[in-house]
């Protein structure tokens, strides 16, 4: 799995994206809605709803993965 930054919408509980460690932070993340989560890496076990194999998609398209967890520890 290649390392991401996660970030957490404030006031949507669980919508995070996910941006690879390399890439840019898309813009929309700068406007104060989103909040740092933390890093996601070989290291670190992934939310229980983070899909890899859709993850690597979505950044092949869109440069970020938006994806919902009902994962307790990535909810803030």
Not at 30 to 39: D, M, N, S
Request: aromatic fraction near 14%.
């Amino acid at each position: 799995m290649r390392s991401y930054n996660l970030f957490q919408l404030k006031g949507v509980e669980g919508l995070c994206c996910a941006v690879p460690e390399a890439s840019t932070v898309p813009p929309f993340i700068g406007a104060g809605r989103w909040t740092f989560g933390g890093k996601l890496d070989g290291a670190s076990q992934p939310p229980l709803d983070f899909d890899d194999r859709a993850a690597d998609t979505a950044v092949r398209f869109n440069g970020f993965y938006l994806f919902q967890t009902m994962d307790r520890r990535f909810i803030g």
